[in-house]
């Protein structure tokens, strides 16, 4: 079946019904409803449609396997499955609590199908929204081909509100977001509007059976508030101190070998600062990547943050719908497809900052690599050249996160005459950005993040007032001091190992054979082995290795309750290190992200963090690394100054290289264009 627009069309599932009626389009996710509550109301829908299937009968009493043919449907033949290896006849409410534990995994289907039918449209992030194609798609039973959809809440709306004979099937959606109460979020209801849902609910026996079945695990759920949750383990200080990854300051190794000895959840308390509850390896990664929006909350450890940059409601500390509304508003900004437009730029200014490089002469490792990566992400992004500027503005920011954020030097230390300088920068590059951003400025010019944000501002300067300005303009240049920590890492890795710099070295000498590349030959295969071993440099030196939060909710992960208020530690790169997900943790190999091993599948490789903070440019900061690599691979021999330095990492406020580490130019081996 296919509709007018060429899109393949064919019916929605109830579940897919129920998802799509959860789904809140202004937050992206799935509307208030919590995880237990969640799960039994899509394996009620299953239930429901295999019951409409005649694979199974239910009524209020018990529940009868008919058929155990299989549908077709992976997401309803291993609940088929499972009823049909039950040997005793069972009730609905058994079968609702025995399978709402792999609900997850029918979720998860449910969303992928929704988007290959372009139905949904998946953002960064996890999130969703309907995708456009949805309204002009026959996706419906009985819908007719290339008529416009009558989407299920559309469907729903005229069943309450006029009075309209419901489908069946849209009587069991409203039983089952009814019993989820969630209705009352979606629509607007009045007494009429409360008692004409009553009456629907009551036309159909299936959904009333399930409904109360649904119902009565979402109420016993109540009563399973752990009594008996486990007793968060504490790990001794001198076991902390004694780790040789502290040493080096490589943390996720770190708190791998914690995880190893005292699970998934445990708390340490640092002298003179606040008790520490961890969370960390897959099935934290797993939850807090999944269930994390519904019970965590970045605001609180980071509105002190804030203060400093005299804003409030940026994006790092937006939660909910505010977030989703804001990421959406910008990820143009961030594609990496806007960045591949301006590769010849990107050259031309990389290569300008290398121009400096004398053969013989030593650079600091991480200044050098910060200087690189900002002389084309500032003017690319904000239309500026801020290279005048951007070590003081680092330095300010590396001391802001240590008194704000990592709470390592009091505050004062951000009030010292040098810094009191450096804040005052801030302002002198929003006027830069401000002044080559009028309108007259701007024409002929290619969109940029900065005509992004302040189109943003002008259509809603509440959302984005102008107070918030000196952070979000500014950002490009923080940004490019934590590319630039990575690419150090980078670099470092590959001068340390002559086998993948000889590799790197003929990719990027083929690259640019024939002069500057374009982008398929840039991100093509033809720069494989670049982009593998960028990816290893990322697992081995992730620069966040965890994210903070506050408990809003309070919840319980692998059995461990953890309490509203208190702050946790999500170490989601601790996985990185762990050899039950990536083969010999510590041996540097990319050949684990080729098929069939493809060891970075899932959740257990975060460098770029987990859910809905996760970096909003991981695709652009990928194309920036790999482009400025092979740029020194091409044109450039270096050196590790001094030759026998053992990398150490400095571990606050992020990951990087020791500012011992330095890089000598040892030969030119390409001229520069000029």
């Known amino acids: 079946m296919s509709s007018a627009s060429g899109v393949m069309t064919q019916p929605l599932s109830l579940i897919d019904e129920l998802v799509l009626t959860l789904l809140n389009e202004e937050s992206g996710y799935f509307r208030q409803v919590p995880g237990w509550n969640l799960n039994c109301a899509v394996v009620g829908a299953a239930l429901?449609?295999?019951?409409?299937?005649?694979?199974?009968?239910?009524?209020?009493?018990?529940l009868i396997l008919l058929d155990a043919s299989a549908t077709g449907d992976p997401a309803l033949d291993p609940v088929l499955s499972r009823i049909a290896s039950e040997a005793d006849q069972r009730n609905a409410q058994y079968w609702v609590e025995r399978l709402a534990p792999q609900a997850e995994s029918i979720i998860d289907m449910t969303l992928d199908r929704l988007c290959r039918l372009r139905i949904l449209q998946h953002h960064d992030g996890d999130f969703w929204s309907l995708a456009g194609s949805a309204w002009r798609m026959g996706v419906h039973a009985g819908?007719?081909?290339?008529?416009?959809?009558?989407?299920?809440?559309?469907?729903?709306?005229?069943?309450?509100?006029?009075?309209?004979?419901?489908?069946?099937?849209?009587?069991?959606?409203?039983c089952l977001i009814d019993t989820c109460d969630v209705l009352r979020f979606i629509f607007e209801l009045d007494e009429e509007a409360e008692q004409r849902v009553q009456d629907i609910s009551r036309m159909d026996l299936i959904g009333r059976a399930i409904a109360d079945a649904v119902g009565q695990n979402i109420a016993g759920a109540q009563f399973r508030r752990s009594a008996l949750a486990k007793k968060i383990p504490v790990v001794p200080l001198r076991r902390v101190l004694r780790s040789r990854h502290v040493r080096t300051g490589n943390l996720p190794?770190?708190?791998?070998?914690?995880?190893?000895?005292?699970?998934?959840?445990?708390?340490?308390?640092?002298?003179?600062?606040?008790?520490?509850?961890?969370?960390?390896?897959?099935?934290?990664?797993?939850?807090?990547?999944?269930?994390?929006?519904?019970?965590?909350?970045?605001?609180d450890y980071l509105e002190d943050f804030e203060?400093?940059?005299?804003?409030?409601?940026?994006?790092p500390a937006l939660d909910g719908a505010d977030h989703f509304r804001y990421r959406k508003s910008i990820q143009p900004a961030y594609s990496r497809a806007r960045l591949e437009e301006r590769l010849d730029e990107l050259l031309s200014y990389a290569r300008t900052e290398m121009s400096d490089w004398n053969v013989g002469g030593t650079r600091p490792a991480v200044g050098m690599c910060r200087k690189l990566v900002n002389s084309a992400m500032s003017p690319l992004t904000v239309g500026i050249d801020s290279q005048d500027v951007v070590d003081d503005m680092h330095k300010f920011k590396d001391?802001?996160?240590?008194?704000?954020?990592?709470?390592?030097?009091?505050?004062?230390?951000?009030?010292?005459?040098?810094?009191?300088?450096?804040?005052?920068?801030?302002g002198a590059v929003v006027d830069r950005v401000l002044s080559g951003h009028t309108p007259a400025q701007r024409i002929g010019c290619p969109r940029d993040l900065a005509d992004d944000l302040l189109t943003m501002h002008t259509n809603d300067r509440q959302f984005l007032p102008e107070s918030n300005l000196p952070f979000v303009l500014s950002a490009p240049l923080i940004a490019s001091m934590y590319v630039g920590d990575q690419l150090s890492f980078i670099v470092y890795a590959m001068v340390s190992q002559p086998e993948f710099h000889d590799r790197i070295r003929a990719e990027a000498d083929a690259v640019f054979a024939g002069g500057d590349p374009d982008r398929e030959t840039l991100t093509g295969p033809a720069t494989d082995v670049t982009r593998r071993f960028i990816m290893e440099c990322m697992r081995l030196y992730p620069i966040v290795p965890l994210s903070v939060r506050n408990v809003m909710n309070a919840c319980e992960v692998e059995g461990y309750e953890l309490p509203e208020g208190r702050r946790v530690f999500i170490v989601q790169t601790a996985t990185h290190y762990m050899d039950s997900l990536f083969a010999d943790p510590s041996k540097f190999d990319i050949d684990r992200y080729e098929a069939p091993r493809k060891e970075h599948v899932g959740t257990a490789y975060a460098p770029y963090g987990l859910g809905t903070h996760n970096c909003l440019g991981a695709r652009l900061t990928e194309l920036y690394l790999a482009t400025n690599l092979l740029l020194v691979a091409h044109h450039f021999e270096l050196e590790i100054a001094p030759k026998n330095y053992k990398l150490k990492i400095s571990p606050f406020p992020s990951m990087s290289p020791s500012k011992k580490l330095k890089f000598r130019i040892a030969e030119q081996r390409h001229e520069l264009p000029a």
């Open 48 to 62: 429901a449609e295999l019951s409409l299937m005649a694979r199974i009968d239910t009524d209020m009493e018990s």
């Open 143 to 174: 819908s007719e081909v290339g008529t416009a959809v009558e989407h299920v809440k559309t469907r729903i709306s005229r069943a309450i509100f006029d009075n309209e004979i419901p489908d069946p099937r849209d009587v069991i959606i409203v």
């Open 253 to 299: 190794a770190l708190f791998a070998d914690l995880h190893g000895e005292f699970g998934p959840v445990f708390e340490i308390r640092p002298p003179l600062a606040q008790d520490m509850i961890c969370l960390v390896g897959p099935e934290a990664n797993h939850w807090v990547h999944r269930h994390g929006r519904m019970h965590l909350r970045a605001r």
């Open 307 to 315: 203060k400093v940059y005299g804003g409030v409601g940026l994006l």
């Open 399 to 426: 001391r802001a996160l240590k008194t704000h954020i990592g709470r390592t030097l009091p505050k004062f230390m951000l009030k010292t005459p040098p810094m009191r300088r450096r804040a005052k920068l801030v």
